[in-house]
């Protein structure tokens, strides 16, 4: 196909493996690349912007493979987007994608995910947008899922990307040899447990670190055809999951069901 213009972003930061293999593999078909994206990790920062302090992007070309221009910015992944599409860029870019996140986003964490949230901010703005991840977070072989996620949006833009939806891809930690099906899937629920470590620091006062174990609840009931299968339950047996979401959040339910509302 022709080359494209690609904005790339991430919330894992600029010296992450993930954004260097993407912009890589984009390069190498062709495409001409430009990546903007955070300074330092920024990961589950959702789609928070910054409105309290100045916002400061310096050029970082060479962290990536030859012809790729980059900044690194001090800002969130939807801060850097923002920036890019209406300050940084000469033009827009053909396409958005955010990534390859060191971990799995899949299920309702996609609220949270501050790639998701990055390729929303070009789906926001009318562009194509795909958010790609490798599914572990201890995974390093980032090449079969950046060669993934570049057939994945080469093929939609041919055939006509969906208006108004992001892509969310997720390859599992597997060699290329081993990946399985590409498959559309359905958005699973995700919980945690014992999500906070209560602790007492040095001076006595107690402050509390984030944790928890996952607890995929593969039972509940989830929007999309019902042949689908979870993204959650798809990749955990080997397959490469692709989910559509839109940033209308508006619920879909029956009227019927909501109670009457008295004057």
């Known amino acids: 196909m022709a ?17 260097r293999a993407l912009a890589a593999e984009a390069a190498a078909r062709g495409h001409r690349v430009s990546v903007v994206c955070p300074d330092q990790e920024r990961s589950a920062t959702g789609h ?12 970082a070309d060479a962290l990536f493979a030859p012809g790729v221009e980059a900044w690194a910015c001090s800002g969130t992944p939807s ?13 827009w870019p053909d396409l958005v994608l955010s990534g390859i996140n060191h971990g799995p986003n899949l299920g309702t964490d996609t609220l949270y995910s501050g790639t998701v949230s990055a390729a929303m901010e070009g789906t926001i703005e009318g562009l194509p947008a795909l958010a790609v991840s490798s599914a572990d977070f201890q995974w390093r072989q980032f090449g079969p899922a950046a060669a993934i996620a570049l057939d994945v ?9 969906p208006a108004s939806t992001l892509l969310n891809l997720n390859v599992p930690p597997l060699p290329a040899a081993q990946i399985g099906e590409l498959r559309w899937c ?8 014992d999500q906070f470590v209560k602790r007492v620091d040095p001076r006595g006062r107690t402050y509390y670190w984030l944790a928890g ?3 995929n609840d593969l039972e509940a009931e989830v929007a999309g055809p019902a042949a689908w299968p979870t993204d959650v339950a798809h990749v955990a047996a080997g397959g490469v999951s692709l989910t559509p979401l839109q940033p209308e959040l508006f619920w ?7 109670p009457q509302l008295g004057r």
């Open 3 to 19: 080359p494209l213009r690609i904005l790339i972003s991430n919330d894992d930061g600029v010296f992450a493996d993930g954004i």
């Open 48 to 59: 928070g912007l910054t409105l309290q302090t100045p916002i400061r992007a310096e050029r």
């Open 79 to 91: 801060d850097c987007v923002k920036l890019a599409l209406f300050s940084l860029l000469e033009g």
């Open 153 to 161: 949006a080469e093929r939609m833009l041919q055939l006509g990307w």
């Open 186 to 193: 359905r958005k699973a629920v995700r919980r945690y447990t």
């Open 213 to 215: 174990e996952v607890a």
């Open 252 to 258: 879909r339910g029956d009227c019927d069901t909501l």
